[in-house]
């Protein structure tokens, strides 16, 4: 079945969900394009994620996805913990944060059943998940109520994994994407391949719909995509410049840098390898430095740091997420980014600078 | 200009030159069947480089493309090369070699005078170089006599600092690509980029033509390369079951061994960061090690290991270059490859197992 059938979508566009950049102004924009827009429910509490459901609900009547992440939460470790904090502390010094305000949150937390109780109420077209999926109970429940079920492969083992669980599309996340490695048979990142090697050898093996992600940009990168066997893509970096994204300013500045933008993979940000732009403490410490705290526990101690620096304009202590293509950034609505990644003719483009429309708020768990 | 007249072939498809796996067999077939055969000079003597090319203008009337490495030579270090050895102590006593028996060969050589007064008797079509170019003057020798000169960039500051040397040129090098990473303005891995991100954004760069490398191994391959804006490809990897190449049986062996490949950027079998099939000593030592002497000189000291495990038939110690994308490696006559690339009926395919014909000596320098 194609794509666009299955998920009721008319473009073969599917907006990465990216937590913490984007709610449901971004998704619904896409989502009223003709794409299928994504909202990232990771770092929102349950009532935030119930508020950015409605705001869709009433913003577009058309499908939408929900990402959640679905890994296993780590109990807190005080001694590494301790020990990743007194690697900081010449930071905490410098910018004069107080290591006894550092709060213990989560950062990050799994799909729930709590999540799945407010997620029924409105029933998404399409459920996305990252970092394989949740239980099969859970699973069950999702699939129960209608959602067509989503999630990432980041090898050819993992999509064989996730079609056995009889997901109704595979994503194959290439090395180029920015934001979390969606990896989970395995945390060898010697097994993590480009786009170009990953999703025809994943269109091989598996039946069910790919869906191609990373380093994918413009309309001649979804033409390669669908050259090499994809049912359609996900395209999240090209949207972070978009008005409706919720980017930083220091985020959006990175973006824009010249020369071309330098990315890597990191831990230092959540304990899981995540692509960014190359920044200060990234340089500072190496992007996979060993005393990072298990996912997502290294969050909360570098959180202050984030918001001190950015305070002062400097992007050093934040995760500035971004693939390794990030040609396709431009400040236009993701209205008209949707409709070019399919050389389609876009409405009015928004020239960078202009203010943009006001955002449905997001509220962080952390 | 397109690719196919700018170089005088029938096929965009360049047959990657790939130093210690290949000589003139493979080019002539290349040739033969409408690509661009490439003959890698880097680990042949002057003696050993004109006798291949005297083989090849005896196997084909058609363009060919001779490769070198322009690295600088760098000193021998003493201690440490004697470090390095001491690190690979327990595997010398494990095998039984000799430590005194170790040679200094330098393992691969640059282009040099000597060189281009060999290749100046052929006047090859297409000269190609990897890690930068040679001098002006030695580049400006090989432009005197027609030849058109190509070089790989990795990145876009590498493409335009090509295209400002005049180079007819540039091969796109992503990272899935198999063997050597071309990187010379550089040497941050950081700054290496998937194909999907490297090859768009080197062609709106600059205005030679591009060819793009990197997970390329079938006809859907190049097709999204060239929707991405390549005037061709470069494909290596998927020539290595070829019986024109010469190819080692363990490393034959790794190449289809089931579940899929597995392949990391390494520098212990000559010091540069290269791509190849994970193995024992990658695994143990790390495939990065920060004692492995610079380019090439790490190479003497690994080779007796590699002689001597490969006398057992392991593949412990062997450099087993691949790209990341192995989908594409067959056992068929390297004709048939180089048309099914192009989609293009091919003729009978030489079955696995199949006796290699013979194959013209290729003389190692080391």
Same mark, same amino acid.
């Given at each position: ?14 907006? @990465? ?16 394009? #003709? ?15 119930? *508020?950015?459901? +409605?705001? $869709?609900?009433?913003?577009?009547? =058309? ?15 005080? *001694?590494?913990? !301790? ?5 900081? %502390? ?11 305000? $550092? ?11 709590? %999540? ?23 699973? *069950?429940?999702? =699939? ?24 109704? %599309? ?11 490695? #969606? ?6 990142? !010697? ?5 170009? @090697?990953?999703?025809?050898? +994943? ?7 790919? $869906? ?9 990168? +979804?033409? *390669? ?46 304990? =899981? ?20 705290? @298990?996912?997502?526990?290294?969050? %909360? ?37 949707? =409709? ?19 955002? @449905?708020?997001?509220?962080? +768990?952390?």
């Amino acid at each position: 079945m194609r794509l666009q059938t299955l998920l009721g979508i008319e473009l073969p566009i599917i907006q @990465a969900p990216m937590a913490g950049v984007q709610g449901s102004a971004l998704a619904i924009a896409v989502c009223n394009a #003709g794409g299928l827009g994504s909202l990232p429910c990771a770092m929102l509490s349950l009532e935030a994620m119930r *508020a950015e459901l +409605v705001s $869709i609900c009433a913003g577009t009547k =058309r499908p939408y996805n929900v990402n959640f992440f679905c890994h296993t939460q780590h109990a807190p470790d005080a *001694a590494r913990e !301790a020990a990743w904090q007194r690697l900081l %502390a010449p930071y905490y010094a410098e910018f004069g944060v107080d290591q006894a305000a $550092i709060s213990a949150g989560p950062g990050r937390l799994p799909f729930s059943a709590e %999540a799945a109780e407010v997620l029924e109420a409105f029933k998404p077209a399409v459920v996305s998940f990252h970092f394989g999926l949740p239980s099969s109970e859970l699973l *069950a429940r999702v =699939r129960s109520w209608g959602s067509k079920i989503v999630a990432s492969a980041t090898t050819v083992p993992e999509a064989r994994w996730l079609e056995a669980q009889g997901v109704d %599309a595979v994503i194959a996340q290439g090395l180029e994407a920015g934001g979390h490695r #969606g990896m989970f048979l395995s945390d060898d990142l !010697a097994t993590q391949v480009g786009t170009f @090697a990953l999703l025809p050898q +994943v269109v091989q093996a598996v039946r069910v719909p790919v $869906i191609a992600a990373g380093g994918i940009a413009d309309a001649k990168g +979804v033409a *390669a995509a669908l050259a090499l066997g994809a049912a359609g893509v996900q395209v999240g970096t090209a949207y972070l410049l978009c008005p409706e994204a919720s980017t930083s300013a220091v985020h959006r500045a990175a973006l824009q840098r010249q020369p071309a933008t330098e990315t890597a993979l990191t831990k230092l940000f959540t304990g =899981r390898p995540a692509r960014g732009i190359v920044n200060r403490i990234m340089r500072e410490l190496g992007p996979l430095h060993a005393a990072t705290p @298990a996912f997502p526990l290294a969050t %909360a101690a570098i959180a202050p740091l984030r918001k001190a620096a950015e305070s002062l304009g400097q992007d050093g202590f934040s995760p500035l997420w971004a693939g390794q293509n990030t040609s396709g950034c431009k400040a236009v609505s993701a209205a008209a980014l949707t =409709r070019a990644l399919m050389g389609l003719p876009t409405q009015a483009y928004i020239p960078i600078g202009t203010t943009a429309p006001s955002m @449905a708020s997001t509220t962080p +768990v952390m």
